[in-house]
Every structure is written in C-alpha cells, then in structure tokens.
C-alpha cells in the first residue's frame, strides 16, 4: 500500500507564476490536510478537504491560494501570482473514510521556491 | 482556536541519555500526533495517541486527555535521534507545536 504522494518534491517559480501541488491520498482515504512550513518554522495547518468538499479553510491565506479535491484524481493546492514568501515546504496528509482512526499519514513534501 | 505549546524548546544531550518532551494543549482532541523531523526535512511519524500509552523501541509516548498534557519518552538516546521533535493536535486539521530541537553529542 503506496503512503501519501506529493509532486513534485521541488518546484521553482518566478514571481507572478502559479504553482500548483499535488497530492495522491493513501488508497482508502478521503480525507486530505494540507499543511506549509516556512524556513526554521513549525508546520501550520492550511484546509481540509473530503472528496468535492472543504471542511475547513481557516488556515488558507485570503488571496491567491485555493485547494479542491475532486472526485478522481489527486487533491490540488494552487497559489496563483507568487510571491517569495511563499517559499516552504507544503506538507500534504491524508485519513482513512472511516473514522475509527483520526491518525493522519504525512507525505513527503513539496519544497516551493520563489526567485 | 486549538492552542499546542512544547518544552523544551531546545533540548543538548550526551549519548545515552534519557530524556522527556512535553506537549500541552487547550481544549479537546480526537487527534494528537507525535513526529520526528529529520535533517532532510522528511516528517517521521512517531506515534498516534491521543489517549493512553504507547512503546516503541526506545520511545514511548504517553497522553492524558483529561489534563490535556502529552509526554514523549526518548531512552538511551543516540546521534541519530537529533532533530526536531513535534507534536500536534485537533480535530480535524492539526495545530502543531513550535517544536523541541534534539541534539545528542557523541
């Protein structure tokens, strides 16, 4: 059973240009959690996502970031219009459908840089 | 909002050593998660616990929802377990702690 997977694992964009990540959930799950860490910070939760809904975007910045997970395919995190402090890590995590378990298995990352 | 506070922030060990990390948090979880962060940036999940005790090797973990307190047991410590050390918790997405950062000299 494949874990959580991110592409890419690197990405670099200019200023101004959309990058978008994507994330494959482990197979089972339909729950999906995106999360950014900025250099030497913590992690900090973004939205989270079931199949064709969000549950809860109280992490998303206001502008230019939007997440959808559709019914097929991988969820997707787009940041239109980069700037460099979008630069970070974007950690991508899924949970089972059923929710005997809460436990959220993490992906390796997608590392964004901005010149 | 769920609030997630660590201690120690920064933690200097001798090889062998024992030690203990300490994660509070202020209201009621259904999710609290232990994690090593590795030099590389790779996220390695330690335990799933949001209630109770748990073994692993040389780490065990213990939570107590009712004080809203979690403790990470680190025995025998090697080089290899330097890192950054996080915890989160919630319901639904997760709050993470600003993390402990472990070095353990040989």
């Known amino acids: 059973n494949a874990g959580v997977m991110q592409n890419p694992r690197h990405l670099v964009r200019r200023r101004g240009q959309e990058a978008r990540l994507r994330c494959s959930p482990m197979?089972?799950?339909?729950?999906v959690y995106w999360y950014r860490q900025l250099p030497e910070e913590g992690l900090k939760f973004m939205v989270y996502l079931q199949k064709e809904n969000i549950i809860d975007e109280s992490g998303m910045p206001k502008e230019r970031f939007s997440a959808e997970f559709p019914k097929e395919g991988p969820s997707i995190l787009r940041i239109q219009q980069v700037v460099r402090g979008d630069s970070a890590a974007y950690f991508c995590?899924?949970?089972?459908?059923?929710?005997?378990?809460?436990?959220?298995?993490f992906g390796p990352g997608t590392r964004l840089t901005v010149t | 909002g769920i609030q997630v506070e660590q201690s120690p922030p920064d933690l200097i060990l001798q090889e062998g050593a024992n030690s203990t990390l300490r994660c509070n948090f202020s209201d009621s979880v259904n999710n609290l998660q232990w994690f090593h962060q590795n030099p590389w940036g790779q996220l390695i999940n330690l335990f799933y616990?949001?209630?109770g005790t748990k073994q692993n090797g040389r780490l065990s973990a213990t939570t107590v929802a009712t004080e809203r307190y979690s403790l990470l047991y680190i025995s025998s410590s090697q080089t290899t377990d330097s890192g950054v050390y996080f915890c989160?918790?919630?319901?639904?997405?997760?709050?993470f702690g600003a993390g402990t950062r472990l070095t353990v000299k040989p």
């Open positions: 197979k089972g799950h339909s729950h």
């Open positions: 995590a899924s949970s089972p459908e059923a929710q005997s378990s809460y436990e959220q298995y």
């Open positions: 616990i949001p209630s």
């Open positions: 989160a918790a919630g319901r639904g997405g997760m709050r």
